[in-house]
Each structure stands twice: as structure tokens, then as C-alpha cells.
């Protein structure tokens, strides 16, 4: 019967204790007040800092889209200096090629000139080596008659 009545005022001093404490969380009006006049100053400052971060979005995305901008526009400044680059390069190419024809036709006709007095001068040569034949030729001839002579006076 002790332990039953130990453990009754036991379970009510716990009870007891409970219900006392249980109305401590409960705010009373004046703290009730305090908590709203909280919950809307951390509500604003909430709405200050995503205003912020918007903004300071607003501000990468802004920045981030010029710096897009001047790349582009750089890239397209590079592009057209490159055409200019390669057509200047055509251009120069192109003149290198009529400089080579042209030189390249003088040599030719230099060539063709120097050919063409080496052939007048073997011309020559040969017309010369002709004559000097000829010329053989005709001495031959008199000398076999004049052998022809000689060999029918020495039979005679």
C-alpha cells in the first residue's frame, strides 16, 4: 500500500508540475505583439535580402551580357581583320605570280635570243666547214688529176 500511495503523489506531483509548466509556453498578449512586431522585421529583412540578391542578379546578368557583348564584338573585329588579312595576302600572292610570269617571260626571250645566236654562229661554223669541204674537195680533185697526169706520163 506504500508503493500504491507513494506512486498516487508521485503521478499527481508530476501532474501538477505539468500543468504548471504547460502554461509558460503560452504567450500572453504582450508577447504575443513582440512576436509579430519579429516575425514582420525578419519578413522585411527577408524581402530586403531577395531584393538584394535580385538585384545583385539583375547586376551579373547585366554584366555577364556585356561582357558577351564585347567578346563577340571583339571575335567579329578579329574575323574581319583576318578576311582583310587574306585578302591582302590574295592580293600580294597575285602580284608575286605576275612578278614570276613577267620575269620568267624575259628570261625566255633571253634564252631565246642567246639560242638563237648560238644556232646563227653554228650556222656559220657549218657553212664555213662547207666551204672549207668544197674547198678540200676541189683540191682533191686537182690533185687526182694531177696524179692521173703524172701516173699516164710515167707508163708512157
Known amino acids: 500500500m506504500k508503493i500504491s500511495l507513494l506512486s498516487l503523489v508521485l503521478i499527481m506531483t508530476i501532474s501538477i508540475g505539468l500543468v504548471g509548466c504547460g502554461d509558460q509556453d503560452r504567450p500572453d498578449k504582450g508577447l504575443e505583439l513582440d512576436r509579430q512586431g519579429r516575425d514582420r522585421m525578419h ?5 530586403r535580402e531577395m531584393d538584394r540578391h535580385r538585384d545583385e542578379s ?9 561582357e ?7 571575335f567579329q573585329d578579329r574575323m574581319r581583320q583576318s578576311r582583310a588579312d587574306l585578302e ?11 612578278t614570276v610570269r613577267e620575269k620568267s617571260k624575259h628570261l625566255a626571250a633571253q634564252e631565246m635570243s642567246s639560242m638563237t645566236e648560238k644556232m646563227s654562229e653554228l650556222a656559220d661554223q657549218i ?30
Open 88 to 98: 591582302q595576302a590574295r592580293k600580294d600572292l597575285a602580284q608575286r605570280e605576275a
Open 58 to 66: 539583375r547586376i551579373r546578368q547585366e554584366h555577364d551580357r556585356m
Open 68 to 74: 558577351q557583348d564585347r567578346i563577340r564584338q571583339e
Open 127 to 156: 657553212n664555213n666547214l662547207e666551204t672549207q669541204a668544197t674547198t678540200l674537195a676541189e683540191n682533191i680533185a686537182i690533185l687526182i688529176t694531177q696524179a692521173e697526169d703524172i701516173a699516164s706520163r710515167e707508163s708512157n
Open 43 to 47: 519578413e522585411r529583412d527577408v524581402r
